[in-house]
C-alpha cells in the first residue's frame, strides 16, 4: 500500500549481532517533523505506510481513560497495563483480563477475540485486554455489547477519533477516509490502521 514518495533515501540498516556475528539485518525508514508536521529530515521512503500493530493498544486504551470507565468500574494501573499489552496467556494474565470484564458485569462470550489453539477461552488470546477494556467502556457508555469490532460502532469511532486528535488531524465521521490510513482486520479480529509516517511524529510532539 506504498505511495509513490516524493522524499526518499537509503534507509537506516539495524544489525542484530549474535556472538559478535550478524543474525539479521533490519532496514529502518524514518522521519523527524516539527510540530506542524513539516518534514524536517527522513531516512529510507518518507512517506512509507505501515501497520501500528499492537503499538496501537496504549492508543486504543484512551476510550478507557478518557470516558472515566477505569474510575467507574475502579479498574487500577493492572488492569490498564493489560488492555494495553500483548500478553502470554498465561494465568495470571487470563485473570486480570476477566476481571475487567468481572468489574463491567460482561461474560467472556462476549468477546470477539479468537480461542487460541490449545486453549479454551478467549481470554487466552493475547489481546484479551484490549478487548475486554473495549467492553467495558461499551458497557459504561451503554453501548451494545454486540458488534463493538465493528466500524460502525461508537466505541470504535471514538478510539479513530482520539487518534485523530492526537495526531492534529481532522475528527473522522463515520470513519470516512479523511486522514491516510487504511483500515485491515488482525488476528484478533479487531481493525489496525495504516499511517503514514510523516503523520505519527506529530502525536509525540
Known amino acids: 500500500m506504498n505511495r509513490v514518495s516524493r522524499h526518499s533515501s537509503s534507509p537506516l540498516e539495524v544489525q542484530l549481532l549474535r556472538e559478535g556475528i550478524v543474525e539479521s539485518t533490519h532496514q529502518v525508514h524514518a522521519v523527524a517533523c516539527d510540530d506542524r508536521g513539516r518534514l524536517l529530515a527522513s531516512a529510507g521512503d518518507a512517506e512509507i505506510g505501515t501497520f501500528i500493530r499492537s503499538a496501537l493498544k496504549p492508543f486504543q486504551a484512551l476510550a478507557l481513560t478518557t470516558t472515566g470507565t477505569l ?70 457508555q451503554g453501548w451494545a455489547i454486540d458488534g463493538y469490532l465493528q466500524r460502525s460502532h461508537p466505541v470504535q469511532k471514538l478510539i479513530i477519533a482520539k487518534v485523530a486528535e492526537l495526531l492534529g488531524m481532522p475528527p ?34
Open 71 to 140: 474510575e467507574h468500574y475502579h479498574l487500577n494501573d493492572v488492569d490498564l497495563a493489560i488492555a494495553c499489552s500483548s500478553h502470554h496467556g498465561n494465568l495470571e494474565q487470563i485473570r486480570q483480563a476477566f476481571n475487567i470484564l468481572w468489574r463491567c458485569d460482561v461474560e467472556p462470550l462476549a468477546l470477539q477475540c479468537p480461542i487460541p489453539a490449545d486453549k479454551d477461552t478467549p481470554l487466552a488470546h493475547n489481546c484479551s485486554g484490549k478487548h475486554s477494556g473495549m467492553l467495558a467502556v461499551c458497557k459504561h
Open 172 to 205: 473522522m465521521n463515520s470513519f470516512a477516509p479523511t486522514m491516510t490510513v487504511a483500515r485491515r482486520l488482525t488476528s484478533c479480529s479487531s481493525a489496525k490502521w495504516l499511517p503514514y509516517l510523516p503523520s505519527w511524529p506529530l502525536a509525540i510532539v
